[in-house]
């Protein structure tokens, strides 16, 4: 055979093997099918041009009498098992990603790395005719030897193909493992990353992760559980707990209807009785202001059935409408005479469920205060009534009349039982006028409730107009 075309060849040969690496990195921006192709064609026609040249792969060179000819055919044959393998990586890792999605990384590391030791022995026993039978026991020997020594590190390795093969969770992921909650930040050979609530950096080894109890808190993925316990007095009937935590559920807009948020009794002890309160919400990020939230609507409702979370003491009892009055916000300044006087003049009255309270536009007698249960706040929009909020205990209503003499915007109905203490619209004034803090507070309240208002319209999803032929007509 002529030495000139195997000179050829090793020069075709080298200038492919280039023109595949400047191709891989000027297409690093490109589509990564566009990559493979071209990898791909370069591989095949490296393999022709070889292969042309005389030089096989399964076989060692034939150039014996030619030194220099023989090293470089040898090269060849040798980097064409690596150039196999590191295509065949690249086809297998596109395969991967189709059915693991990015996640597997891991897995496919693991799965390059075999492709490439069976491609060097490979070359080992083809091109370089080595005993491979040898070989291979003594590497076995080696393996086994190295395996005893890396065995806690050999157990990560695997539990971490395990973890990105089955995906019990993926990177961006809230966990816990075993206690320890965090964000998964990465999931590499040895360990898993978590990024906790206090901005610390957690590695928990991949084989303690595959041991541990794991859950999952972004999965499923718009359907999160939030969760409070509220511990109460044996003394105290749970019907009555139960009702009250019933309505702080219903009062707390932010939870999803489906599944249906649930109140019931955990656990009980001759000096407690343990409540669960379980909500679903769609946001996780959200979790801790709910749960807030929550807390904070079990109290207000518990303390309007008559329920406190303090301890019995010998203080002086009030009456309802003045312990009512301690909870509004906008009488917070006024003196406790000043509180006294206007208790007097609370009138209480029963709201069935479905019961409007105050109508849309209407002018209200005076400032009404919920004392129990869950009232609902709707604004217009256009020709329908869109849910503005939720209120509870201690909240007021109609302060639009008591500030302007104005109709109210919005229209308020009782969602729960509830019972409204209404204070005379002179009563109020009056203590408009003893307090400039009533007025301001009681502006600031329209203020608010006028921006939720615009941001509930604002928010609300516009109706999408389907186009048809007459409507096609009618712009023509």
């Known amino acids: 055979m ?25 297409l690093a921006n490109r589509n990564r099918l566009l990559r493979i192709a071209v990898r791909l064609g370069a591989f095949v026609a490296y393999s022709l041009v070889i292969i042309n040249a005389g030089v096989s792969p399964l076989e060692a060179p034939a150039w014996p009498q030619d030194s220099a000819l023989q090293f470089g055919a040898t090269a060849l044959a040798i980097v064409w098992w690596m150039y196999a393998a590191r295509t065949l990586t690249v086809v297998l890792g596109v395969l991967l990603t189709s059915r693991v999605g990015h996640s597997g990384r891991l897995l496919q590391e693991v799965i390059g790395a075999v492709i490439f030791l069976i491609a060097i022995v490979a070359a080992a026993g083809y091109v ?12 076995g020997a080696m393996a086994i030897i190295v395996g005893l020594a890396l065995q806690s590190t050999l157990s990560d390795v695997f539990s971490g193909i395990i973890l990105n093969t089955t995906k019990p969770y993926q990177v961006d992921d809230s966990i816990s493992i075993d206690g320890m909650e965090g964000k998964v930040m990465d999931i590499d050979w ?47 009937r749970p019907r009555r707990v139960l009702d009250a935590l019933e309505r702080a559920l219903q009062g707390c807009s932010a939870l999803l209807l489906t599944p249906k948020p649930r109140a019931v009794v955990k656990d009980t002890s001759p000096t407690t009785i343990e409540y669960a309160v379980t909500g679903f919400i769609s946001d996780l990020n959200n979790k801790s202001d709910v749960r807030n939230l929550l807390f904070d609507l079990a109290y207000r409702h518990l303390e309007a059935a008559g329920i406190s979370w303090q301890s019995e003491t010998a203080a002086e009892p009030v009456s309802r409408q003045r312990a009512l009055l301690d909870e509004v916000k ?52 256009s020709t329908t009534l ?5 209120m509870g205990p201690g909240e007021v209503m109609g302060e639009q009349s008591i500030l302007g003499d104005t109709p109210s915007e919005g229209r308020f109905v009782a969602l729960t039982s509830c019972v409204i203490y209404r204070i005379d619209k002179a009563a109020t004034r009056q203590a408009m006028e003893k307090r400039v803090e009533i007025t301001t507070a009681l502006n600031k309240l329209q203020a608010v409730r006028q921006q939720n208002t615009q941001h509930v319209l604002l928010r609300k999803p516009v109706a999408v107009k389907k186009n048809n032929f007459l409507g096609w007509l009618q712009k023509r």
Not at 215 to 230: A, C, D
Not at 332 to 360: F, H, N, P
């Open 2 to 26: 002529s030495t000139v075309a195997p000179h050829y060849s090793l020069a075709w040969s080298l200038l492919l093997l280039l023109a595949d690496v400047l191709a891989w990195q000027l």
């Open 128 to 139: 370089l005719q080595l005993p491979v039978k040898g070989l291979l026991a003594t590497s």
């Open 386 to 390: 869109v849910e503005a909020g939720r």
């Open 330 to 381: 906008i009488f917070r300044t006024s003196s406790a005479e000043e509180k006294d006087q206007l208790a007097k003049s609370m009138v209480s009255r029963e709201y069935a469920a479905g019961q409007t309270i105050i109508e849309l536009g209407e002018v209200t007698d005076g400032l009404f205060v919920i004392a129990t249960g869950v009232v609902s706040a709707s604004v217009k929009d």
């Open 190 to 236: 040895r360990a898993t990353h978590l990024l906790t609530g206090v901005g610390t950096m957690v590695v928990i080894p991949n084989s303690v992760a595959a041991k541990a109890k794991i859950v999952n808190l972004s999965r499923p993925v718009h359907i999160h559980g939030v969760s409070i316990t509220i511990m109460m007095s044996p003394h105290i």
